[in-house]
């Protein structure tokens, strides 16, 4: 397993990436080793700044959820697969989208336990009739996720 710091728009990111694919993306404040960053783990660097800097609205990258099984795996594959950039769906929508549209609570805790943040985009993800709803990142994280949407085109939520 590899990880290094990588610097965001909104501060320094770990990216964590096993041999099968990327595993987790750490908000700023979470503590991972650093190592030396691969070519492989470049691959991973560049899209992730390309996506940063508008560039790139979907990434190219093997992801490794090994561990995350079940619906809250259906729901990170079908929220990857569904919910392109600039387009948001409710917790409801999602569990829909998924195979279980009485499951929002359940959509719900699969985005808030997203190990791959902006990768897997649970900023996308928002409460009942399109309220901004909530978002890990600490203290700042509802402005977090305001600014997420913003830079995909999405500024009317309440």
């Given at each position: 397993?590899?990880?290094?710091?990588?610097?965001?728009?909104?501060?320094?990111?770990?990216?964590?990436?096993?041999?099968?694919?990327?595993?987790?993306?750490?908000?700023?404040?979470?503590?991972?080793?650093?190592?030396?960053?691969?070519?492989a783990?470049r691959?991973?660097?560049?899209?992730?700044?390309?996506?940063?800097?508008?560039?790139?609205?979907?990434?190219?990258?093997?992801?490794?959820?090994?561990?995350?099984?079940?619906?809250?795996?259906?729901?990170?594959?079908?929220?990857?697969?569904?919910?392109?950039?600039?387009?948001v769906?409710?917790?409801?929508?999602?569990?829909?989208?998924?195979?279980?549209?009485r499951?929002?609570?359940?959509?719900?805790?699969?985005?808030?336990?997203?190990?791959?943040?902006?990768?897997?985009?649970?900023?996308?993800?928002?409460?009942?009739?399109?309220?901004?709803?909530?978002?890990?990142?600490?203290?700042?994280?509802?402005?977090?996720?305001?600014?997420?949407?913003?830079?995909?085109?999405?500024s009317?939520?309440?």
């Amino acid at each position: 397993m590899k990880a290094w710091r990588q610097p965001s728009p909104y501060g320094e990111l770990t990216v964590v990436v096993s041999d099968a694919g990327v595993q987790e993306i750490s908000l700023p404040g979470d503590d991972q080793p650093e190592v030396e960053i691969t070519k492989a783990d470049r691959a991973v660097a560049r899209q992730l700044d390309e996506w940063f800097a508008g560039r790139r609205h979907a990434f190219d990258l093997e992801l490794d959820l090994t561990g995350i099984e079940g619906f809250r795996r259906v729901v990170l594959d079908t929220l990857v697969r569904e919910v392109p950039w600039g387009e948001v769906v409710s917790y409801g929508e999602l569990a829909a989208l998924a195979g279980r549209p009485r499951a929002a609570r359940a959509a719900g805790s699969a985005m808030r336990n997203n190990p791959i943040p902006f990768v897997v985009p649970c900023h996308r993800v928002v409460a009942a009739g399109h309220k901004i709803g909530g978002y890990g990142g600490g203290r700042n994280a509802i402005a977090l996720k305001r600014e997420l949407l913003a830079r995909e085109g999405v500024s009317t939520l309440r």
